[in-house]
């Protein structure tokens, strides 16, 4: 099933499951919210009737004659009044009087029920106890909106209770607007459920599109044609998703890049050992004193150079596979450019190159010792080599952009500029001014992926003046 799918009929069932949740709450919600109300008006109302009849009671006794006509009244009036969008042309409002033991004594609407009985019903019964008296009967017991609401209030005469009255109000008319409301809230709920999967429609698309580009981006690269990077789009996952492809595929790209780069060092490797091969066969038919030095020379430093690269080589692998240093140790970086600065001495003086130390500042750094003294020894060996003759190397110490850090500078020719954004390429390198002979192009990739594990910043920048300068900056100390 396509996740577009998945998602859409996960949120429309989420939606349409809650649409029915609304709608069920909602709508047992209004029965006892509108009964609430009616009852509440009822209340003032009984006991509005109850203050009447007690200061009618007081003058006339239980005399109810002077009622009938209001109650008669009451029952004929004809009246339009709009409710919101309904309207009501006659009132159904009832009362009935009881004495203090429960008989009925006036009625509104039934002169038939006076004499009997009421103490049993809870609205009288309550009331006559000096309890809250209420009730609700249905005259048809499957017709929910046949039920009365009773609401009765106790007639006292200097707290003694004397009557109760008790008001009647079917709940017919509440229940036409509990069905209206009903009504309305299932619609809303209908429209809530439509908007609910109309935006699961659009927010599917939304996170569906990127991964689908992205899909069909895959299945070309896997082909083998040329396919430019989609837009990521979407939420941040999904973009964050798209760099991490993106990555993979660059790495996937690299590694044919160094297996290109491996397949040309393995052509220039073949060349010195050609050479060795040529060497040994002359050794071998026993030449001159002064030939056989020669060749021998030439064998050794060939097989220290082919040694190099392969050191070089497995150094930078291992360097490639590790996230994080496996040791770090406080490091005085003077004691290390000092130790550097000595070893190099022997190739500086061959070319007559002098060196400048210059120590601004000297704080302990945690790392680990030999890789930076890799680092260092390779951006130092790669000044020596590109410097003209008596020239000289500036080696610094000290604050770099307001952070730690140290540089190397050399007086050579510089870099060209289509080789700018190489120079710190694996297997990449610039033939020497002296020789024209290149190197590995393994050192300045070498101290790159040392900077990185040490959370520095490595850089080689061009100044006006000419030479080059590598730059080394701990933007992250320990």
């Known amino acids: 099933m396509r996740i577009r799918t998945l998602f859409l009929l996960t949120f429309s069932l989420i939606a349409a499951a809650t649409a029915v949740f609304f709608y069920r709450w909602t709508t047992d919600e209004i029965r006892p919210s509108y009964l609430k109300v009616v009852e509440e008006s009822l209340v003032d109302t009984s006991w509005l009737l109850a203050a009447m009849i007690q200061e009618r009671m007081l003058e006339e006794g239980w005399d109810f004659t002077d009622l009938e006509e209001p109650a008669n009244q009451l029952r004929s009036a004809r009246f339009h009044a709009r409710i919101y969008d309904s309207e009501k042309f006659e009132s159904d409002l009832q009362f009935y009087v009881t004495d203090r ?7 509104s ?47 006292k005469v200097e707290n003694d209770l ?35 999967i109309g935006a699961a429609v659009g927010l599917s698309f939304w996170l569906s599109r990127p991964l689908e580009r992205l899909t069909a981006h895959a299945q070309r690269i896997r082909k083998g044609e040329r396919s430019p990077v989609p837009s990521p789009g979407g939420a941040t996952e999904i973009r964050r998703l798209h760099g991490a492809f993106e990555e993979m595929r660059q790495s996937l790209e690299g590694k044919k890049y160094v297996e290109s780069y491996i397949a040309n060092l393995t052509h220039e490797i073949k060349s010195p ?34 040694q190099r690269v392969v050191d070089q080589m497995l150094v930078l692998s291992e360097l490639e596979g590790k996230d994080a240093l496996e040791r770090r140790e406080d490091i005085h970086l003077s004691r290390l450019v000092e130790d550097v600065v000595a070893g190099r001495q022997p190739l500086a003086q061959m070319r007559r190159i002098q060196f400048d130390v210059i120590v601004d500042r000297c704080e302990p750094v945690r790392g680990d010792a030999s890789l930076l003294q890799t680092a260092i020894g390779s951006v130092v060996q790669n000044a020596i080599e590109f410097s003209p003759e008596g020239g000289k190397v500036r080696v610094f110490v000290g604050e770099i952009e307001g ?34 002979k290149k190197s590995s192009g393994l050192g300045l990739a070498l101290a790159w992926e040392i900077a990185k594990l040490h959370g520095a910043r490595i850089e080689m920048i061009y100044p006006t003046s000419g030479g080059t300068t590598v730059r080394w900056i701990f933007e992250q100390k320990g």
């Open 101 to 107: 033991t429960g008989i009925v004594r006036f009625h």
């Open 109 to 155: 609407h039934d002169s038939d029920q006076i004499g009997e009985d009421f103490s049993r019903w809870l609205d009288v019964g309550k009331t006559l106890r000096g309890e809250y008296g209420a009730r609700s009967t249905r005259l048809d017991p499957d017709d929910p909106s046949s039920s009365h609401l009773h609401i009765a209030a106790p007639v």
């Open 162 to 196: 004397i009557a109760v009255v008790t008001v009647i109000k079917p709940i017919e008319w509440p229940y036409r607007f509990i069905e209206e409301s009903r009504r309305h809230i299932f619609l809303g709920a209908i429209v809530l459920a439509v908007c609910s």
């Open 273 to 306: 050992l050609a050479g060795l091969r040529s060497a040994a066969e002359i050794l071998g038919e026993n030449p001159p004193e002064s030939d056989r030095i020669r060749f021998l020379g030439h064998i050794r430093s060939e097989t220290e150079r082919i």
């Open 403 to 436: 952070q730690f850090g140290w540089s190397v500078s050399d007086e050579g020719e510089g870099v060209p500029e289509y080789a700018r954004s190489r120079v710190f390429e694996r297997l990449f390198s610039l033939p020497r001014p002296d020789t024209g």
